[in-house]
C-alpha cells in the first residue's frame, strides 16, 4: 500500500492558548480532516522564522497548505492605508511572525516545486508575495459589495462564484458555478503575475486564483481560493475534490522523491 503523502499545514497564532496562556499555535481540526479525508497526513509548521528550518521543512513534505487566521500587516502591500481603515485590520498577535514564516514557506515552495493549496489568508498573502494588493476592508473601499463577513455560516453556502471555462478549479468542481461560504474582510484587489483569477463573486472580487499558463513557475499543483472548503467537505462534492486533487498531487510528489 502507497504510503500518505505529508501534507505541511501553517497554523495560526494565538495570543494565550490553553496551556499555560502562551503565545500558541492554533489550527481549525477541519484542515486536518479534510486532508485526512483526501488520502494525506498533515504535519504543522514549526513555530521559526529560520530560513533553514523552513526550507528543510518544505523538503521533507509532498506539499504545503496555507490556511485562514488574522490579517496581514498592511505594511506589506500598503505602508500608505489611511489610518482609519488601518484601524480595521487586526494583525497577528506575534508581531507578523506568521506573516515572515509564511512568506518564507512560499519562496520555498516556488523553488522546490511543491504542491500549494492556499485558503483565505494564504490566498492573500500569496498574492502579496509576488507584489498584488489587498481590499483591506471590503465594507469601506467597495461600494456595494456583498458581506462576506458571514462567521456565523461559516460552513454554508451564502454566494456564488463564477469559474472560468477550462481553469484548474472549473476542472476540480465540474462546475462553471461554485457555491461558496464567506468569513473575510479583506480580499485581493490586484492580481499578482504570474497569477489569474480564476473565480470570482458576484460582486466582482476575487475568489479564485492560479498561475498562469504557460507561466515560467510552471507548478506540480497551485491552487488560491479565498473560500474556505475545509468547512464544507462533509456537505459538497466540489469542495472534497478540491482537497482530493490537492492530495492527489502531493502523492505523485512523493513518488517522485522515492
Known amino acids: 500500500m502507497a504510503s500518505r503523502p505529508l501534507i505541511l499545514v501553517s497554523p495560526s497564532t494565538e495570543k494565550r492558548g490553553v496551556e499555560f496562556h502562551d503565545l500558541s499555535a492554533s489550527l481549525s481540526v477541519k484542515y486536518d480532516f479534510s486532508v485526512l479525508q483526501a488520502g494525506g497526513i498533515p504535519v504543522t509548521v514549526p513555530a521559526t522564522t529560520d530560513r533553514a528550518v523552513l526550507a528543510e521543512t518544505v523538503r521533507r513534505m509532498e506539499g504545503v497548505l496555507l490556511t485562514g487566521g488574522d490579517d496581514i500587516n498592511p505594511d506589506l502591500y500598503d505602508p500608505r492605508l489611511p489610518a482609519g481603515i488601518r484601524r480595521t485590520v487586526e494583525q497577528t498577535p506575534d508581531g507578523g511572525a506568521r506573516d515572515l514564516r509564511e512568506l518564507v514557506l512560499i519562496q520555498e515552495v516556488f523553488r522546490q516545486r511543491k504542491p500549494l493549496l492556499a485558503i483565505c489568508r494564504g490566498h492573500q498573502l500569496l498574492n502579496i508575495a509576488f507584489g498584488g494588493q489587498l481590499v483591506a476592508d471590503i465594507r469601506r473601499q467597495v461600494p456595494g459589495a456583498l458581506n462576506h463577513q458571514q462567521l456565523d455560516r461559516a460552513g454554508e453556502l451564502v454566494h456564488e462564484a463564477a469559474l472560468t471555462?477550462?481553469?484548474?478549479?472549473?476542472?476540480?468542481?465540474?462546475?462553471?458555478?461554485?457555491?461558496?461560504?464567506?468569513?473575510?474582510?479583506?480580499?485581493?484587489?490586484?492580481?499578482?503575475?504570474?497569477?489569474?483569477?480564476?473565480?470570482?463573486?458576484?460582486?466582482?472580487?476575487?475568489?479564485?486564483?492560479?498561475?498562469?499558463?504557460?507561466?515560467?513557475?510552471?507548478?506540480?499543483?497551485?491552487?488560491?481560493?479565498?473560500?474556505?472548503?475545509?468547512?464544507?467537505?462533509?456537505?459538497?462534492a466540489a469542495h472534497r475534490a478540491i482537497f482530493k486533487t490537492f492530495v492527489t498531487a502531493c502523492a505523485r510528489q512523493a513518488k517522485i522523491k522515492s
Open 165 to 236: 471555462a477550462g481553469s484548474l478549479l472549473a476542472k476540480i468542481c465540474g462546475k462553471r458555478v461554485l457555491g461558496v461560504n464567506s468569513s473575510h474582510h479583506q480580499a485581493v484587489q490586484t492580481v499578482a503575475e504570474p497569477f489569474v483569477a480564476t473565480a470570482v463573486s458576484p460582486d466582482g472580487l476575487v475568489e479564485a486564483m492560479e498561475l498562469k499558463p504557460g507561466t515560467a513557475q510552471g507548478m506540480p499543483f497551485l491552487l488560491s481560493v479565498q473560500f474556505h472548503p475545509e468547512r464544507l467537505t462533509h456537505q459538497y
